[in-house]
């Protein structure tokens, strides 16, 4: 089922309780709404100019003798409903009582000037009331019927959905952590997460660490709301943060054992043509991985080896030795073997070094240093409660579960299904979960080999593979945690897991935490439009409430300025001439003159006749 964008009223947390709230709707109904947006615009603009005109009309009204003009241009303010139109008639009247009234044009040319300007004004605003959707909010909700926990029921599944999700997050943190963002950039919440590295203390015992730079990457503490897109107020967000050391392993001394004698006549090789390394047993055998020295002639490119170890678990497929064992973190081992490649320049890095001559080749080229080059990496999370800011220590993905489970960190509901979350994909993003699907392709420096010819590499290329990875992993996160709202998009066969469905017996506290887990599949920001447009609620409201205003004391203006003069007893010849120069009165004046039809009383704003008698009229 494909994802869709949520349409109605939802707050943007980003902005807060009033300023966020948000109304979403489809292209078409953002259209009829934008149209009713301007047309309303319009409407303002012309019951303003009555309000406007009124109190023009009442500012020059006054009694005692006046020249024609005067009451001229108080028949244009009381009568002339369009702006536009009322600034034709002004400059007319400067044009034609030149030399006949005093001072016609500072009279009539600056209320025509006005006019002009209004119009031009309103135009302005009315093209400008889209910014009710401008300054709205960027983002949307994305939902799914297919919102929970990806499941894979078999190991074919699982290897399909990861190789897919690998590939995402490689092409993704490849367009968006290490280049110039582009579109696809902006599918996320926020394009990249922020992150550092240093160099530092080898994390393992120094006897196994290789005698050059320890490389540090951590993220910077990424917030569940800002960065990840779950959409909560500040009180129920959390903040995470990884951290991965990696260190190039020693190999020998200590770490080796070349297979001679007795035993290697028994597996059909010969001295030394097989190497065993030593970083902790798998399964049954009692070494990590068995190396034939004969790759190195079998024309074969590079091949990687992973391992994996979860912090404080047990029966463990690969068990590392106590020199690697830490016991605080999740430890995922790399094991590279250049094979047949060859150097044409050497190289000093720790891992793809290369300085021995090759003296059979046919042009300068160097052998790699060693036959495999390890890497292990000690991946540790930390989630933090900002409302006390308590956080558990740098820990292992499970042990980190059982940590923001306990008391100590006090989150809430909320808070505690969104640990719940990441804790999910944490181990999906380690290292080793990352590079199992990809084996050698993963490595940025095999994107410079020809045939088997290896271009030059800088001497930190180690740190430029790592630094991949860790990025993968952020990029690998962000598109889980989007992936919960919107379901998987591996073409696979992937059941939903949705926690929030409560067992039997289930306690209060239980449904409680179900029903915050429930909630979470509509609080997925995205910057995904799908043809949606924002509108701030606020925004509209008070467009919407000014513009009743102002239409309302329009409306009931000469019923308030009357209310006013009888009270106050002030402006009396004000309102009598506001109604004696009402075009219709004016009308009833010129029949009554003509002795045309009998009307009635000169207080009643709407003239008819006494009778339905009719007359003839002849100007």
Known sequence: ???????????????????????????????????????????????????????????????????????????VLRNTTSPMGAAWVFLLQSWHWRGVANRSFQRTFPWAAFGVLYVIAFGILAVFSSQISDSASEYRLVGSGNCGLANVSDRDALQSKEAYDNLQAGIYSRQCYQSSPGSMCQALPTPSLSWTNES?????????????????????????????????????????????????????PGFVQFVTGAEAKRLNWKDNELIRYLYGPVSENNYTYAYSTRGREMSIGYSVWVYYSVGGSIGALWRPIKELDVGNGDIS??????????????????????????????IEAYLPDRWISPIACLDTHQICNPNNDKCTPLQGSSQLVTSFRGSDLALNKVQLVTAER??????????????????????????????LT???????????????????ALSKLQHQVVEFATGPTAPTNISILRPWV???????????????????????????TEGTVNFSVVGFFVLLGLGLLITVISFFLESIAALFQKKKTQ???????????????????????????????????????QTGERFEYNS
């Open 200 to 252: 530092v203390a080898c994390p393992f015992s120094d006897s196994i660490c290789l005698n050059s730079s320890v490389l540090k990457m951590k993220s910077e503490m990424i917030d569940s709301h800002l960065d990840l897109g779950i959409n909560e107020p500040k009180h129920n967000r959390i903040k995470y943060q990884r951290e991965t050391i990696c260190a190039p392993l020693i190999t020998q």
């Open 422 to 451: 990441l804790g999910w994909n944490l181990r999906l993003s380690s290292f080793y979960r990352l590079a199992w699907t990809r084996t050698q392709n993963f490595l940025k420096g095999q994107e410079l080999v020809a045939g």
């Open 333 to 362: 081992l790399f094991m590279i073997a250049p094979n047949s490649v060859r150097h044409l320049r050497p190289n000093s890095d720790p891992v793809f070094g290369a300085s021995i001559f090759d003296q059979s080749a046919p």
């Open 454 to 472: 290896q271009l030059p590499l800088p001497p930190n290329q180690w740190e430029i593979e790592m630094s991949s990875l860790f990025v993968d």
């Open 571 to 609: 402006g009396v010849q004000e309102v009598k001439g506001w109604d004696r120069d009402e075009f219709l009165q004016v009308m009833k004046s010129l029949f009554e003159l003509k002795g045309a039809g009998e009307w009635k009383g000169t207080v009643v704003k709407f003239p008819i006749t």
């Open 502 to 528: 409560a067992p039997e017996g289930s306690t209060t506290e239980d449904l409680l935490l179900n029903n915050a887990f429930e909630r979470m599949c509509d609080k997925q920001r995205t910057k995904v």
């Open 1 to 75: 089922m494909a994802s869709t964008i949520y349409t109605g009223i939802w707050t943007d947390w980003s902005r807060g309780r009033v300023a966020g709230a948000t109304i979403t709707l489809s292209s078409r109904d953002a259209g009829f709404l934008l149209a009713f947006i301007a047309a309303f615009v319009t409407v303002i603009a012309s019951r303003l100019w009555r309000i406007l005109s009124f109190a023009a009309y009442h500012a020059l009204a006054s009694d005692g003798r006046h020249d024609g003009l005067h009451y001229q241009r108080q028949f």
